[in-house]
DNA sequence: GGCTAATAAGCTGTAAAAAA
DNA sequence: TTTTTTACAGCTTATTAGCC
């Protein structure tokens, strides 16, 4: 989507109501030109429009769900040490939380769904791998042994 | 977003240019309240606007990523018998087709991209399970055995 | 009702931004 | 630079749901 080498500003794509940034994997709508996140357009459904307000006007008039391609550079949370800590916290008890939990979570940390999910996916692929890794050690440890299988 | 009982004629989920229903998974864009596929999108890039031409007034001049539920029915492909054929063909060839090989599929049935990879996801586990099913059997078959593993 | 396409959630490997 | 950590694409498995 770089085609005609159109550029814009990573900074305007933002919901024209709540101001809030939009990044990859957001769903957005258009209005009159004017983009909104899902809950402001529904929050807008009704009410009559107003005149366009665009900065980047070769960009994204455009677009479904925003991607990395289209956004140039992938975007990159940084974790707070807040939200790093109820993260841990809630894993420690329980790994894999169910869609309840990760809402709550939600709210808690204010972090994107996605995010949640895909901290937690990464977290315990982490703990596996230290787990095989200390598991081989040990084996290794122990004195060599052999196995027999009678069918 | 069935907020506010606005409903809508899914037929009018098209390409306004090449005229291809939209369905859910697809990736649309809006332009002067037209929609566009992704591919006609950025053929349109820098072309004059045309006069808006809407259907479902109510509906979506909205929505990212239309979802199940915005359709409101799942959408199923039926496959003809010479796509089948062609998807059969490869398969037993290469049940992993690589990027490329899943392109000439594109173009050789005429099917979405994503219908091609769920169909050979879906066939890899269904040859799975039925493996996995005979193997017990034969399993039953023979006499019981037994294992010893020494460590 | 059976078959199977579509969806959802988790896992794996890898890309890429951030940190060390 | 190298290491760590977040994001993503494709996969597996289980489940849901549309046609015949």
Redesign the pocket.
């Known amino acids: 989507m770089r085609a005609r080498d159109s550029s814009y500003h990573t900074r305007c794509f933002r919901c024209s109501v709540c101001g809030r940034q939009l990044v ?2 957001d769903e957005f709508t258009l209005r009159d030109k004017q983009l909104l996140c899902v809950a402001d357009c529904v929050l807008l459904m009704d009410k009559p429009s107003s005149p366009p307000q665009f900065h980047c006007v070769g960009a994204p008039q455009m677009m479904g769900v925003l ?2 391609a289209e956004r140039g ?7 707070s040490e807040k939200q ?1 800590l109820t993260l841990r916290t809630c894993y420690s008890v329980n790994p ?1 939380p ?2 309840l939990m990760k809402e709550q979570l939600v709210e808690m940390t204010g972090l994107h769904p ?2 949640i ?3 937690f ?6 703990d ?1 791998k230290k787990s095989i890794l200390t598991k081989q050690q040990n084996h290794n440890n122990k004195t060599v042994g052999f196995s027999v299988n009678f069918f």
Chains 1, 2 share one sequence.
């Open positions: 990859p994997g991607k990395q550079t992938r975007v990159r949370t940084v974790l790093l894999r169910d869609a996605r995010v999910r895909v901290w996916q990464n977290k315990r692929c982490k596996k």
